[in-house]
């Protein structure tokens, strides 16, 4: 089923670490990687964390029920719990607490507000009543907790994910609260991995101008978001979100009940359509799928119908128009601006692609940021780096090992060549003549870096068509080989 997924369009396979074992894992990212292999395109892997979960004790009948306007206690006792009380087994929380703050108890369900604090105890006022069972989830949305965001379990993970065979290539950190949160994980992943910030808490919302810049990429997880919050603030967080990172140039996935209804049904309601296709209007790189494809009836039409969604959205002469709305807020670079020469110079020229050479990667994120209307064929001579480009928008990642070349013009004309020659593997160029724009910063290895602009012909680099020149008769001249050392 992996592989069918992988041909109907899924560019990143997420692993939850909220169930399962390391032995699963393993066996998945094993079957992951012999895809990659099999079909020679790099496959991002994210290995999503389970973080903090806050839960209540247990009760003496396993169960009570709570009624609007009645008092509860949440304490330290081990007793079991009744109608009236019952163990919050977090002490740091309970500390945190003061009167006006919110508790959510089983997602969202129940809402109380804390009316008195003491030591080892809050005492609530129940706003929201009804069955309250063991160990349900708590939710603090007033309050920024003062605990680390990675839990004894998610250690364990992490270092499971870190070391795996087949390797992960992106770490999402569930449950940030603040731009500390992310330094921790930096600490630990270094450059192992990339980091997603999983941006389900009204306290990163508030923080992201601080987070957003200290990742690799931010998810939009809009089911605790929309516990945490009033259910009408979340499409605007959304959008806020979106914006923030697209001024940063962030790769942003949306997630979350996105074609909820395709776990029992074959296709979609309206509504999942049309919220998919707004996320992609609003420019986010990615839109995933949870359980429609993990616990689904229909996995693979869920992923066929998301691709058709993107395919369609796209197409429309709106989105183009919306893509360059955003772009004329993005603060340009140097590097940017070649970049965005090189956009124009596609568009210009019909080339039929756009190819980044990009040992990090930087090149290629600043490339699609600025939402050109062709195709990103982004090299890299590290499949580290192309897999973690797979969840950026509109890159074909790929890898080019770079030869053992001293001069640095022969290196470039080596990577000229092979990546034509890949261009017309991977059907990105139909036909010999089609023509293809390539950025490039040399020397190679220096990251976010563009300093070349360069069209060519998919036949490579040594064929050129005299008819692209404005002067026939010139046309000999009007050629410059800049690849040549003398």
Same mark, same amino acid.
């Given at each position: ?35 990659e292999s099999k079909y020679k395109h ?9 973080? $903090? ?80 069972s063991n160990r349900k989830g708590v939710?603090?949305?007033?309050v920024t907790l003062p605990i680390s $965001?990675?839990? $004894? ?48 808490? $009204?306290?990163?919302?508030? !923080? ?56 029992? !049904? ?13 996320? #992609? ?5 990615? #839109? ?87 195709? #990103?064929?982004?090299?890299?001579? !590290? ?65 976010? #870096? ?30 410059? !080989? ?5």
């Amino acid at each position: 089923m992996i592989e069918k997924l992988f041909l109907a369009g899924a560019d990143v396979f997420r692993l939850n670490f909220s169930h399962g074992k390391h032995e699963e894992k393993a066996k998945l990212v094993t079957a992951i990687r012999e895809i990659e292999s099999k079909y020679k395109h790099p496959i991002g892997i994210l290995a999503d964390l389970q973080g $903090p979960k806050l839960r209540v004790g247990i009760f003496e009948h396993d169960k009570v029920v709570v009624v609007e306007g009645q008092n509860f206690r949440f304490d330290m006792s081990d007793e079991p719990g009744d109608s009236g009380r019952v163990k919050l087994p977090h002490k740091e929380i309970i500390d945190t607490l003061d009167v006006g703050d919110v508790l959510l108890l089983d997602d969202g369900k129940l809402k109380m507000t804390v009316t008195e604090s003491g030591s080892g105890y809050v005492e609530c006022i129940v706003n929201v009543g009804g069955n309250l069972s063991n160990r349900k989830g708590v939710n603090t949305p007033t309050v920024t907790l003062p605990i680390s $965001p990675l839990t $004894p379990k998610d250690l364990e993970d992490l270092h499971f994910a870190l070391n795996v065979e087949g390797k992960v290539d992106v770490i999402a950190l569930s449950f940030v609260q603040k731009p500390e949160d992310i330094m921790e994980l930096r600490e630990i992943v270094g450059t192992k991995a990339k980091i997603l910030a999983k941006i389900e808490k $009204p306290q990163a919302v508030e !923080n992201l101008e601080l987070i957003v810049p200290l990742c690799d990429m931010i998810m939009v997880a809009r089911g605790d978001l929309g516990v945490e919050m009033n259910i009408e603030d979340v499409p605007i967080a959304q959008k806020q979100i979106v914006k923030c990172c697209r001024k940063l140039g962030k790769p942003v996935v949306i997630a979350t009940q996105m074609l909820e209804s395709m776990i029992d !049904n074959p296709t979609p309601t309206r509504a999942e359509a049309s919220d998919a296709a707004t996320a #992609i209007y609003d420019g986010v790189d990615a #839109i995933m799928l949870s359980a429609e494809s993990a616990a689904g009836k229909y996995p693979l039409e869920s992923v066929q119908m998301q691709q058709r969604i993107i395919t369609r959205v796209e197409s429309d002469p709106q989105y183009k128009k919306l893509m360059a709305q955003t772009v004329k807020g993005i603060h340009m670079s140097a590097t940017d601006a070649i970049t965005n020469a090189a956009k124009t110079v596609a568009d210009s020229l019909n080339a039929v692609a756009i190819i980044t050479f990009s040992s990090r990667g930087t090149t290629t994120m600043r490339a699609a940021m600025l939402r050109p209307e062709k195709p #990103i064929l982004g090299i890299s001579p !590290n499949i580290e780096t192309a897999r973690g480009l797979a969840m950026t928008w509109g890159v074909y990642p790929a890898v080019i090992e770079e030869e053992d070349i001293d001069s640095t013009a022969q290196k470039y004309r080596s990577m000229l060549n092979k990546s034509c020659k890949l261009a017309l593997e991977k059907k990105v160029a139909e036909d010999p003549s089609d023509l293809l724009v390539v950025t490039a910063g040399l020397p190679f290895g220096t990251p976010g #870096i563009a300093n070349i602009l360069r069209v060519l012909p998919a036949a490579g680099p040594d064929v050129w068509d005299p008819s692209l020149t404005n002067d026939l008769d010139e046309a000999e001249e009007s050629y410059i !080989n800049y690849d040549d050392e003398n």
